[in-house]
């Protein structure tokens, strides 16, 4: 019985190895066959595909290229160069730029690592300062324009044109300050390439533009944005009246200034002219003056070599709707700020706080207005201007001047303080006055009768908001007159939080000659909410 049981055992261990290995054989035979079926598929695939091929270069839709292809030619480098006189015996390096903030490429290294071999002991005569800045060709007999900067300090422009071994001698033919253009002239054997200017007036805040240049001397550089904005200007000391500029994050660098804004019909749209940087380079900030003011320069410089604007001889605030109620102005107008001496509206008898509403007719609703009304008259013509005068209304014809000839005497408004002051006392607005002594309008040569002295402005007050200076001295408040402190005190009792005050100040000044001299300001604002 025991052999019965180990025999079929046998023969069980005999079955599952038999089943094992048919198993396996299967599995060899199905692999194979599997396997040579995909190589079948893979070369009868091979056989029927078709071997990829690199096509001819061909130019890939693009309306920047296209647009840079056709403007480009037109672009120019200018280079100048400018004497330094040596100040001394010791060796100074010159300056890289000529004061127009268009770097030498060079001078990049020296500003990080220095110059090893400036041993600052070695004799040395006259230097040339060389700087770079771009330009736009508009005409095909060699005119150019670009900025007044680029070219003010040079005493020879050297201008590079598109794949042109030449460097042609440039020649300034005229400028103007006011608007920062200049038009430059270069002579050649054949019509240079030129670029079409467009109307600035049909540029809208977010259309593409292009800006062409070279910054920091890379020549031809293209560089693609966006229209920020309009009419913008720059504040400081630096503000002009009539520069108002296309603001671009088209990226604008330093030896940029000069070139072109173009649109997407390939012209030219503006000047680029300025940014604004933390760093020095590029932040998304860039101006350009647009081209229809462009045009208006281009136009009298090559017709007469200057620009002539008219000018009645006055200044005023920008756009201060306080200054205009307490005067009395209830439907716009410009409040007279400061009369030129010797100037149009001087002769005419305009004085100061006088408020301008109309001019031949016409309502003058802002400064801006009257400027474009004034500006564009041709110098001779008379206009009759309406105003108002301690609340009556009265007409005075002024001949219109050469802006250029009125403002000739005056710079920049650098303040010279008078060298004394006292500690005053403190009233309303956030500064502190005193009395004006005898003494002291003797030795600041001060004229005028009655007035305080601004001893302090606390920062962030009223008073420093509205433009108001230590050692300005304050003639009227409200039209009120002033001559003391306690007259101060008076004004300021019948005023209210949300009330408007206007301050009629005198503020000295370099004059002529840098001789110091006293000029009116008006300054206005709304008094704070009570608490603030």
């Known amino acids: 019985m025991l052999r019965n049981l180990v025999d079929r055992l046998k023969q069980k261990k005999l ?79 010159a300056p890289s730029n000529n004061n127009n903030g268009e770097d030498d490429p ?13 041993f600052g002991d070695t004799p040395q005569g006259d230097q040339r300062a060389r700087s770079l800045g771009s330009g736009v060709i508009v005409d095909p007999k060699g005119y150019i324009l670009t900025n007044y900067h680029v070219v003010e300090k040079a005493d020879r422009i050297r201008v590079k044109v598109h794949d042109d071994p030449t460097l042609y001698n440039g020649k300034v033919i005229g400028f103007d300050t006011e608007t920062d253009l200049a ?62 500029f296309i603001q671009t994050d088209a990226a604008i660098n330093q030896g940029n200034s000069g070139g ?45 070599g200057k620009v002539t604007r008219g000018s009645i001889g006055i200044t005023f605030l920008p756009e201060n ?44 609703k802002n400064g801006e207005e009257l400027v474009a009304l004034v500006a564009s008259s041709a110098v001779g013509k008379k206009l009759t201007i309406k105003l108002l005068r301690d609340g009556k209304t009265m007409e005075v014809p002024v001949t219109i001047g050469d802006r250029a000839e009125v403002f000739k005497g005056r710079l920049a408004e650098n303040r010279e303080e008078p060298e004394e002051s006292h500690q005053g006392t403190e009233v309303l607005f956030g500064i502190t006055v005193a009395n004006v002594t005898g ?48 007259d101060v005190r008076q004004v300021q009792r019948d005023l209210k939080p949300g009330g408007d005050v206007a301050f009629r100040i005198m503020r000295r000044t370099p004059g002529p000659g840098r001789q110091a001299q006293w000029r009116g300001l008006l300054l206005a604002g709304v008094l704070p909410p009570a608490g603030q």
């Open 183 to 244: 038009v430059v002239k270069i002579d050649g054997s054949k019509p240079f390439p030129s670029a079409k200017v467009g109307n600035s007036d049909a540029v809208q805040v977010g259309d593409w533009a292009l800006a062409i240049g070279s910054p920091f001397g890379f020549e031809e550089t293209v560089t693609a944005g966006i229209i920020s904005a309009k009419g913008r200007e720059m504040g400081g000391p630096q503000r002009r009246q009539f520069q108002k």
């Open 106 to 118: 060079q001078d990049l290294f020296r500003r990080f690592f220095g110059n090893p071999f400036d």
């Open 15 to 93: 079955l599952s190895t038999t089943l094992i290995l048919v198993t396996l054989g299967i599995g060899i035979l199905l692999g194979t066959l599997i396997s040579g079926g995909v190589k079948a598929a893979r070369q009868q695939a091979a056989a029927d595909v078709t071997p990829l091929v690199v096509p001819d270069p061909v130019q890939a839709t693009n309306s920047f290229s296209h647009i840079a292809k056709r403007i480009r030619p037109a672009v120019v480098n200018v280079n100048t160069e400018s004497v330094i006189k040596a100040p001394t015996s010791r060796r100074r390096r």
């Open 321 to 364: 709707d306080a200054l205009l109620r307490v005067y009395g102005a209830k439907e716009g107008g410009v409040v007279v700020q400061d009369v030129e001496p010797g100037g149009p509206s001087a002769k005419a008898g305009i004085k100061q706080e006088d408020t301008i509403v109309a001019i031949d007719g016409k309502p003058i």
């Open 439 to 486: 003494e002291q309008r003797k030795q600041w040569d001060f004229n005028e009768s009655g007035g305080v002295l601004v001893t302090n402005v606390e920062p962030s007050s009223f008073a420093d908001d509205v433009g108001l200076l230590k050692s300005d001295i304050i003639l009227s408040i409200n039209r009120k007159p002033v001559s003391s402190v306690q």
């Open 260 to 304: 072109p804004l173009v649109n997407l019909n390939g012209e030219v749209i503006g000047i680029n002219t300025a940014i604004i940087s933390r760093s020095g380079g590029y932040e998304g900030l860039g101006f350009a003056m647009p081209s229809n003011v462009a045009v208006e320069v281009y136009n009298q410089v090559i017709k007469a």
